[in-house]
């Protein structure tokens, strides 16, 4: 809920949509697609109050989509990409999930030709 007693200014979804010259439903939609980054304040009648940080995360928002930056690509940019919750990198999980098909896809194929698993 927005804060009502803090000194922080807030601004609402047309004052952002002014400031960075983006139309209201893009910014909806950033917010909608980058959830994890951009939570914006509720007032008590629901209407979005955006803080300064937000209005920063924004602006970089709009540098990488005019330098062409699909969304998947800000996720990972930012920090949205797939909350795995460990130190691993994509291309470690990568190496690891290709690893993992060669494994199944051998015992599928020991399985078929009625050998025994090498487990």
């Known amino acids: 809920m927005y804060p009502s007693n803090q000194s922080e200014n807030y601004f ?9 010259k983006i139309p209201k439903p893009t910014l909806r939609f950033w917010e909608k697609e980058l ?5 914006p304040l509720r007032t008590k009648g629901g209407q979005r109050r955006y803080s300064s940080e937000h209005l920063t995360i924004l602006e970089k928002v709009k540098a990488l989509r005019n330098a062409g ?22 291309r470690d999980i990568e190496v690891l999930s ?13 399985f078929l030709k009625g050998r025994k698993p090498n487990l």
Request: no cysteine.
């Open 69 to 90: 930056r699909s969304l998947s690509e800000l996720r990972e940019i930012l920090g949205n990409g797939p909350n795995l919750n460990n130190d691993y990198e994509s």
């Open 12 to 20: 609402t979804v047309r004052q952002i949509s002014e400031k960075l």
């Open 35 to 39: 959830s994890d980054l951009i939570i």
């Open 98 to 110: 290709k690893r993992i098909a060669e494994v199944v896809k051998d015992e599928l194929t020991n």
